[in-house]
């Protein structure tokens, strides 16, 4: 049977990846894996050839998070039992700009979401370079989501099981780059993927999925914030809605939107973090009527489909986490001409909760629920 073409896969050593492999096998796909060394500090190889390598009994132990050396070891025997090359490649230097990117959110005041970015600059960016050099046609990874042909071109679609979707972190993939991108297992569900990988005879079949940031495998952001910006450790205020004083802490970095257990101060009543000021250094707090966020402005668009027309409004489906779910909404298109920078502005139907600057906003059709049109970066959240 003739190839397919060449595809090039990202394998993280983790049983979706791995499954993907031997998917693209099946149908008739010359597979070719590459293991990213990202951000975790035990990673120093460059980039090398290690298709030769001796599969192991099973899967490695391993710090918290991925991408690891144990990760790596995983994702060689998963390549030897297939009998596909793997190649290890060094991003640390460019994992850099990710991490920065991290701490500088904070910094601001704003939420940011490292996967979503690494997706953007180095899974789908970067990667498609390196699979360029390698002659492959393809780059493929192991997430739950979809890429279908519709009648204008490539379309992203959530993935089959929405308990797993991926599609909201994968918003920001270039149309460019969707021409040439598969997503193997999007049409599984994980019972059926983990089923899959054991007869298969992958020994990651029963690895449990990863849930941390893979360079805060402690799941300590703000101790990993301060240990690039130990500026940021100063006491500031912590207030109420009216800006009267309730207590103090150590650092805005240190809370998240919506926040409601550590705060360090008690009323009698639960209080939930609302709004975090750089500029005076200051935590407001209130009750959870007001988190209620009516409106948001979103830029650094990146849009799949046809640009809508300036000013043009439109019923959509609108997510801000990447597990969260998709809320009904109206989205009115801005184009700045001066910067041809696009923007949109969100106005949901009824008010959503805990909403931060610095996140990203993923809009899906509204008659067409699980379709990707696009998304960008919350600006702005307009209380309620």
């Known amino acids: 049977m003739a190839s397919k073409g ?38 120093a190889e460059a980039l090398a050839p290690a298709g030769a390598c001796e599969a ?8 918290k998070g991925c991408c690891s050396v144990g990760d790596a070891a995983d994702a060689r025997a998963v390549a030897a039992e297939l ?23 904070y910094a601001a005041g704003r939420t940011p979401n490292p996967c979503v970015r690494c997706n953007d600059w180095l899974k789908f960016g970067k990667l498609h370079d390196y699979a360029r050099q390698l002659g492959c046609d393809f780059v493929a990874s192991g997430h739950y989501a979809r890429m279908t042909q519709g009648t204008k071109g490539p379309e992203l679609r959530r993935g089959v099981d929405h308990d797993k979707d991926q599609s909201y972190v994968l918003f920001g993939v270039g149309r460019a780059q969707m021409g040439r991108m598969l997503l193997p297992i999007g049409a599984m569900r994980k019972a059926d993927v983990r089923a899959l990988a054991q007869e298969l005879s992958l020994p990651v079949f029963d690895k449990p999925d990863s849930q941390e940031i893979c360079f805060v495998p402690d799941d300590d952001y703000a101790g990993f914030v301060e240990r690039r910006r130990p500026d940021l450790v100063k006491e500031g205020e912590i207030v109420d ?4 004083p309730l207590g103090a802490h150590a650092g805005q970095h240190k809370f998240t939107i919506g926040q409601r257990r550590g705060l360090g101060v008690a009323r009698g ?8 000021d750089v500029a005076t250094n200051t935590v407001t707090v209130g009750g959870r009527d007001d988190l ?5 402005e979103v830029g650094e668009v990146n849009w799949h489909r046809g640009s809508p027309d300036d000013g043009e409004t439109f019923e959509a489906l609108v997510q801000w986490r990447a597990h969260g779910v998709a809320a009904a909404a109206s989205v009115t298109w801005f184009s700045d001409v001066d910067s041809a920078a696009p923007s949109f502005a969100v106005r ?3 008010p959503q909760e805990a909403i931060a600057p610095g996140q990203a906003c993923v809009v899906y059709d509204r008659d ?16 309620a």
């Open 56 to 63: 192991r009994p099973g899967p490695q132990k391993r710090a």
């Open 241 to 244: 809605t009216a800006g009267n």
């Open 292 to 296: 209620q966020c009516a409106r948001l």
């Open 83 to 105: 009998g596909i090359p793997l190649y290890v490649a060094n991003f640390r230097r460019d994992f850099g700009r990710i991490m920065d990117y991290f701490v500088d959110e």
């Open 348 to 350: 949901f139907d009824e």
């Open 6 to 43: 060449k595809v090039l896969l990202a394998m993280s050593g983790g049983v979706d990846s791995s499954v993907g492999a031997g998917l693209l096998l099946r149908e008739g796909y010359d597979v070719v894996g590459v293991f990213m060394r990202l951000g975790t500090p035990d990673e």
């Open 368 to 383: 067409e629920a699980d379709l990707v049109l696009g998304g960008g970066w919350i600006v702005s959240a307009e209380r």
């Open 269 to 276: 009543v639960p209080l939930y973090v609302i709004n975090r």
